[in-house]
């Protein structure tokens, strides 16, 4: 689950880390006060920005400097209601806004091969660090961070001192750093991320300009099987922007993962999941997704779960493999059968039921004449022939691939 930035600033804010604090708008005149407020109390400039789950609000206009409360108005108007990356953007957050010496680059993300978190650095801040990746990869200072002590004083001001950040930022910079990784395991998180994090100049009383660290955006991604541990974070969910599919699969307690293929899987245990996808590989054909319904599923769910796949535009054949545990065979195909008599579109499907009641999914199946395997590999290479006869057809201009049940 990725968090508004206005949250992952709080967050970091609460960890002690330096985060100019706005406040959140979502009308014109709203941020026209929130601006009023910062600069009645210190700020010179504030920036208003889209709060959307997507990057490069910067490079789409979502991001806006204003010198006064009406100029801070005027970007609201801007920028609420655009649209970024297709999410219409409903709240901007107002904060004081330094004027930036220069951009860095600062993030830690959990590095799964290396059971480790991994911080990641860059001069190149500012711009996506993807693109810094590819273009230069060298500009990007990478270590682990210690599985149990978390990130060490000398591995902090190694990083510090690679990004040019010594001498009076050195100390600032050591904590910054030590406080994403401790930001990162305190809130279970897989990605917490400051670009950029700036050196940002301040003209004090008298005209002396200093200059001092500051985190300017905050991107932060949970965990979401360690959610239930955070009621606080979870509440913190964005539901304007979550996928209704995804949305739907959660409330049902369905595992829904989306891949890029064509074939819609809908199957029971993570494992069988995994040898689903394989299978489905192995027979030259690529998974559009997995459903996973879990133990025990009752027909009503296994027909939610067909209903998003039949959602999904990208399925053109659907390949169902039970094996029933707790889960009861008949239980699935009663489920099958349910959502068939309401479905929007005809899809093939495979099904392949073994295990609890095997027998009596297969007579509820052949009365409703369902296509069914006795064997996964069968099941997966007549899911992928479907896929190929509905290419070609759609190749040809027939309707039969995709023709719309009355
Ligand atoms: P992103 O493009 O979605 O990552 O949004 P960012 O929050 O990173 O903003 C994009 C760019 O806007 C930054 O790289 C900065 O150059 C600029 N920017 C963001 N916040 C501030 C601020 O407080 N002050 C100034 N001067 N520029 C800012
Ligand atoms: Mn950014």
Request: with cysteine.
């Amino acid at each position: 689950m990725k968090l508004q930035e206005f949250h992952a600033r709080e967050l970091l804010s609460a960890a002690g880390l330096p985060v100019p604090r706005g406040r959140v708008a979502s009308t014109p005149a709203e941020v026209r006060a929130a601006a009023a407020e910062l600069f009645a109390v210190s700020a010179s400039q504030v920036v208003v920005k889209a709060q959307v789950l997507v990057g490069g609000r910067g490079k789409a206009g979502g991001v806006k400097l204003a010198a006064t409360a009406q100029e801070a108005e005027a970007a609201g108007s801007a920028i609420l209601g655009m649209s970024i990356k297709g999410i219409t953007v409903r709240r901007v957050l107002v904060a004081p806004g330094p004027d930036i010496a220069r951009e860095y680059y600062l993030g830690a993300i959990l590095d799964r091969a290396a059971q480790r978190i991994l911080l990641m650095g860059s001069a190149e801040g500012g711009v996506e660090i993807e693109e810094v990746a590819r273009q230069k990869p060298e500009a990007i200072v990478r270590l682990h961070a210690h599985p149990h002590l978390g990130l060490l004083d000398y591995q902090a001001r190694s990083m510090a001192l690679s990004l040019g950040l010594g001498g009076p930022h050195l100390r600032a910079a050591v904590a910054i750093a030590k406080g994403l990784v401790r930001v990162m395991v305190e809130n279970d998180a897989d990605l917490v991320e400051v670009n950029p994090l700036a050196v940002v100049r301040e003209t004090g009383p008298g005209g002396l300009v200093t200059e001092r660290l500051a985190c300017l955006d905050a991107k932060i991604t949970l965990d979401d099987s360690a959610l239930p541990r955070h009621p606080e974070l979870e509440a913190r969910r964005d539901l304007d922007e979550e996928d209704p599919a995804d949305a739907e699969a959660r409330a049902q307690g369905i595992n829904f993962i989306h891949l890029d293929g064509a074939i819609g899987c809908l199957v029971n245990g993570a494992g069988l999941a995994m040898t689903t996808m394989d299978l489905v590989k192995r027979a030259g054909g690529e998974p559009a997704n997995f459903l996973d319904i879990g133990g025990g599923a009752k027909a009503d769910k296994v027909a939610a779960a067909m209903r998003l796949i039949l959602a999904d535009p990208k399925v053109m054949a659907i390949l169902v493999n039970i094996f029933g545990g707790i889960t009861r065979g008949d239980e699935v195909a009663h489920g099958l059968v349910e959502a068939r008599a309401v479905q929007s579109r005809e899809v093939p499907r495979v099904v392949r039921i073994v295990g609890t009641n095997a027998a009596e999914a297969a007579a509820i199946l052949r009365a409703a004449a369902f296509e069914t395997a006795s064997s996964l590999e069968e099941a997966a290479e007549r899911a992928v022939a479907a896929v190929r006869r509905a290419q070609m057809a759609s190749a040809t201009g027939s309707p039969e691939a995709t023709e719309a049940r009355p």
